[in-house]
Protein backbone atom coordinates (compact mmCIF):
# COMPACT_ATOMS: atom_id res chain seq x y z
CA UNK A 1 0.00 0.00 0.00
CA UNK A 2 2.92 2.38 0.54
CA UNK A 3 4.77 1.42 -2.78
CA UNK A 4 0.46 2.60 -4.14
CA UNK A 5 0.23 5.55 -2.42
CA UNK A 6 4.01 6.72 -3.43
CA UNK A 7 2.85 6.08 -7.32
CA UNK A 8 -0.51 7.68 -6.65
CA UNK A 9 1.11 10.77 -5.53
CA UNK A 10 4.00 10.67 -7.94
CA UNK A 11 1.31 10.48 -10.99
CA UNK A 12 -0.34 13.96 -9.64
CA UNK A 13 2.77 15.42 -9.01
CA UNK A 14 6.14 14.04 -9.75
CA UNK A 15 7.53 16.39 -6.69
CA UNK A 16 4.78 15.62 -4.09
CA UNK A 17 7.38 14.96 -1.32
CA UNK A 18 8.42 18.50 -2.12
CA UNK A 19 5.29 20.15 -2.64
CA UNK A 20 4.36 21.04 0.95
CA UNK A 21 0.73 19.88 0.69
CA UNK A 22 -1.08 19.61 4.01
CA UNK A 23 -1.90 15.67 4.01
CA UNK A 24 -3.27 16.44 8.06
CA UNK A 25 -5.97 19.22 6.71
CA UNK A 26 -7.53 16.43 4.11
CA UNK A 27 -7.45 14.17 7.17
CA UNK A 28 -9.89 16.17 9.65
CA UNK A 29 -11.97 17.39 6.97
CA UNK A 30 -11.89 13.42 5.94
CA UNK A 31 -12.58 13.24 9.56
CA UNK A 32 -15.55 15.48 9.80
CA UNK A 33 -17.26 13.45 6.85
CA UNK A 34 -17.03 10.13 8.53
CA UNK A 35 -18.67 11.19 11.81
CA UNK A 36 -21.56 12.89 9.30
CA UNK A 37 -21.74 9.39 8.54
CA UNK A 38 -21.85 7.75 11.69
CA UNK A 39 -24.45 10.12 12.89
CA UNK A 40 -23.70 12.74 16.09
CA UNK A 41 -27.57 14.50 16.10
CA UNK A 42 -29.44 13.66 18.92
CA UNK A 43 -32.51 15.72 18.04
CA UNK A 44 -32.93 13.28 15.31
CA UNK A 45 -32.89 9.59 14.88
CA UNK A 46 -29.43 8.19 13.00
CA UNK A 47 -28.32 5.27 12.06
CA UNK A 48 -24.19 4.91 11.61
CA UNK A 49 -23.86 4.19 7.90
CA UNK A 50 -20.88 1.81 8.17
CA UNK A 51 -20.24 0.88 4.56
CA UNK A 52 -19.69 5.08 4.13
CA UNK A 53 -17.77 5.24 7.20
CA UNK A 54 -15.37 2.72 6.05
CA UNK A 55 -15.17 4.69 2.80
CA UNK A 56 -14.04 7.76 4.51
CA UNK A 57 -11.41 5.62 6.43
CA UNK A 58 -10.17 4.14 3.46
CA UNK A 59 -10.05 8.27 1.79
CA UNK A 60 -7.67 9.03 5.49
CA UNK A 61 -5.55 6.32 5.32
CA UNK A 62 -4.57 7.09 1.50
CA UNK A 63 -3.40 10.40 3.33
CA UNK A 64 -1.68 8.94 6.42
CA UNK A 65 0.35 7.02 4.35
CA UNK A 66 1.21 9.93 2.43
CA UNK A 67 2.42 11.61 5.70
CA UNK A 68 3.94 8.80 7.05
CA UNK A 69 6.13 8.58 3.70
CA UNK A 70 7.58 11.71 4.01
CA UNK A 71 8.63 10.77 7.42
CA UNK A 72 11.92 9.31 5.48
CA UNK A 73 11.87 5.98 7.19
CA UNK A 74 12.40 3.03 4.80
CA UNK A 75 9.34 1.50 3.51
CA UNK A 76 9.93 -2.07 5.68
CA UNK A 77 10.06 0.19 8.92
CA UNK A 78 7.35 2.08 8.11
CA UNK A 79 5.26 -1.38 7.09
CA UNK A 80 6.65 -2.46 10.60
CA UNK A 81 5.28 0.50 12.46
CA UNK A 82 1.54 0.36 10.83
CA UNK A 83 1.79 -3.83 11.67
CA UNK A 84 2.51 -2.24 15.22
CA UNK A 85 -0.63 0.21 15.70
CA UNK A 86 -2.75 -2.43 14.17
CA UNK A 87 -1.56 -4.94 16.17
CA UNK A 88 -2.64 -3.56 19.69
CA UNK A 89 -6.23 -4.44 20.97
CA UNK A 90 -8.06 -1.24 22.08
CA UNK A 91 -9.94 -1.00 25.31
CA UNK A 92 -13.05 1.02 26.34
CA UNK A 93 -14.12 1.85 22.25
CA UNK A 94 -16.47 5.10 22.45
CA UNK A 95 -16.60 5.57 18.14
CA UNK A 96 -17.31 9.05 18.31
CA UNK A 97 -14.96 10.42 21.04
CA UNK A 98 -12.35 8.34 19.39
CA UNK A 99 -13.02 10.24 16.11
CA UNK A 100 -12.67 13.39 18.24
CA UNK A 101 -9.70 12.18 19.76
CA UNK A 102 -7.57 11.24 16.16
CA UNK A 103 -9.02 14.45 14.73
CA UNK A 104 -7.53 16.82 17.74
CA UNK A 105 -4.37 14.55 17.25
CA UNK A 106 -4.04 15.00 13.45
CA UNK A 107 -4.44 18.97 14.07
CA UNK A 108 -2.09 18.89 17.27
CA UNK A 109 0.87 17.05 15.45
CA UNK A 110 -0.05 18.16 11.83
CA UNK A 111 0.45 14.31 10.92
CA UNK A 112 -0.94 10.84 11.12
CA UNK A 113 -2.16 8.73 14.51
CA UNK A 114 -1.85 5.42 13.22
CA UNK A 115 -2.92 4.12 16.50
CA UNK A 116 -5.68 6.18 16.48
CA UNK A 117 -6.05 5.44 13.30
CA UNK A 118 -6.35 1.56 13.93
CA UNK A 119 -8.90 2.27 16.77
CA UNK A 120 -11.16 3.83 14.55
CA UNK A 121 -11.11 0.51 12.66
CA UNK A 122 -11.39 -1.32 15.86
CA UNK A 123 -14.17 0.43 16.29
CA UNK A 124 -16.30 0.19 13.42
CA UNK A 125 -15.35 -3.63 12.71
CA UNK A 126 -13.28 -3.28 9.72
CA UNK A 127 -10.02 -5.37 9.33
CA UNK A 128 -6.88 -4.71 8.29
CA UNK A 129 -7.86 -7.03 5.04
CA UNK A 130 -10.73 -5.21 4.26
CA UNK A 131 -9.18 -2.15 4.74
CA UNK A 132 -6.28 -3.44 2.05
CA UNK A 133 -9.06 -4.44 0.10
CA UNK A 134 -10.46 -1.28 -0.20
CA UNK A 135 -8.05 0.94 -0.17
CA UNK A 136 -6.61 -1.40 -3.14
CA UNK A 137 -9.98 -0.39 -5.17
CA UNK A 138 -9.76 3.11 -4.35
CA UNK A 139 -6.35 3.34 -5.50
CA UNK A 140 -6.68 1.77 -8.74
CA UNK A 141 -9.82 3.73 -9.08
CA UNK A 142 -7.63 7.15 -8.58
CA UNK A 143 -4.89 6.49 -11.26
CA UNK A 144 -8.20 4.98 -13.51
CA UNK A 145 -9.55 8.51 -12.99
CA UNK A 146 -6.28 10.25 -14.01
CA UNK A 147 -5.48 8.30 -16.97
CA UNK A 148 -9.57 9.16 -18.10
CA UNK A 149 -8.92 13.01 -17.89
CA UNK A 150 -9.89 13.97 -14.44
CA UNK A 151 -7.18 16.56 -13.84
CA UNK A 152 -8.23 17.97 -16.83
CA UNK A 153 -11.82 17.55 -16.43
CA UNK A 154 -12.99 15.62 -19.16
CA UNK A 155 -13.47 12.50 -17.12
CA UNK A 156 -17.38 11.81 -16.08
CA UNK A 157 -17.76 10.28 -12.81
CA UNK A 158 -21.72 9.32 -13.64
CA UNK A 159 -21.98 6.02 -15.67
CA UNK A 160 -25.26 5.31 -16.86
CA UNK A 161 -27.00 7.21 -14.10
CA UNK A 162 -24.24 6.03 -11.12
CA UNK A 163 -21.37 7.34 -9.62
CA UNK A 164 -17.72 5.41 -10.48
CA UNK A 165 -17.57 3.92 -6.83
CA UNK A 166 -20.56 2.05 -7.24
CA UNK A 167 -19.24 0.28 -10.33
CA UNK A 168 -15.82 0.30 -8.40
CA UNK A 169 -17.76 -1.86 -5.56
CA UNK A 170 -19.53 -3.69 -7.90
CA UNK A 171 -16.39 -4.95 -10.03
CA UNK A 172 -14.24 -5.93 -6.73
CA UNK A 173 -16.78 -8.17 -5.52
CA UNK A 174 -16.52 -9.62 -8.93
CA UNK A 175 -12.84 -10.34 -8.66
CA UNK A 176 -10.50 -12.74 -7.22
CA UNK A 177 -9.26 -9.70 -4.09
CA UNK A 178 -6.56 -12.48 -3.47
CA UNK A 179 -5.12 -12.32 -7.18
CA UNK A 180 -1.48 -11.23 -7.08
CA UNK A 181 -2.91 -9.78 -10.58
CA UNK A 182 -5.87 -8.33 -8.43
CA UNK A 183 -4.49 -4.41 -9.06
CA UNK A 184 -4.51 -5.04 -12.83
CA UNK A 185 -7.31 -7.17 -13.24
CA UNK A 186 -9.77 -4.31 -11.65
CA UNK A 187 -7.66 -1.56 -13.28
CA UNK A 188 -9.22 -3.57 -16.77
CA UNK A 189 -12.10 -4.33 -15.46
CA UNK A 190 -13.16 -0.82 -15.14
CA UNK A 191 -11.68 0.64 -18.46
CA UNK A 192 -13.80 -2.03 -20.15
CA UNK A 193 -16.89 -0.99 -18.21
CA UNK A 194 -16.17 2.74 -18.66
CA UNK A 195 -15.24 2.74 -22.56
CA UNK A 196 -18.35 0.05 -22.95
CA UNK A 197 -20.64 2.68 -21.49
CA UNK A 198 -19.16 5.98 -23.38
CA UNK A 199 -19.67 4.39 -26.56
CA UNK A 200 -23.05 3.46 -25.79
Known amino acids: MLELQDAMNSKVNADWREQGFEWYRAIWTES ?37 LLSGSASDSLAEKIINCFNKNHQDIDFKKDIEGFTLQTLKTEGFDCEGFARLLQGIGMSFDELYVQYVGKNVLNFFRQDFGYQDGTYRKQWQ ?10 LVASLDQQSSSFKDDLYLALKDRYTALSAS
Open 161 to 170: GREDNEHLVE
Open 32 to 68: AELMEHYGWKWWKKQQPDTEQVKLELVDIWHFGLSIL
